[in-house]
């Protein structure tokens, strides 16, 4: 008689932990990129940098026209912001 109720008792413990588990789901999707077009009027940090940069060269360079060296630093930010933000 013992053994009826121990395993009867195991059966009912054995369904009642299988009904404990969740449904199966579907996958989860990964986030779809977006294909908008990014702003326009939006430049990044280091544009704003460089162009400011440039024109704080510019200035000089209108006080000083002879000054070799700013010419040379005006022609590398030039090439610095044609390439990082166009």
């Known amino acids: ?3 009826i109720v121990l395993i ?3 059966v009912m413990v ?3 932990a299988c009904e404990d588990r969740p449904a199966p789901t ?3 999707k990964p ?3 977006s294909v908008t077009p990014a702003d326009v009027s939006a430049t990044s940090t280091v544009c704003r940098a ?3 940069e440039l024109d ?3 200035a000089q360079r209108a006080q000083n026209q002879a000054s070799v060296e700013l010419q040379q630093k005006a022609d590398a930010y030039d090439r610095l912001v044609a390439d ?3």
């Open 14 to 16: 054995l369904a009642a």
């Open 50 to 52: 460089y162009r400011n």
């Open 1 to 3: 008689m013992n053994r």
């Open 31 to 33: 986030p779809s990129l």
């Open 26 to 28: 579907a996958p989860i």
């Open 8 to 10: 009867s008792l195991a």
């Open 56 to 58: 704080r060269i510019n």
């Open 84 to 86: 990082a933000c166009s």
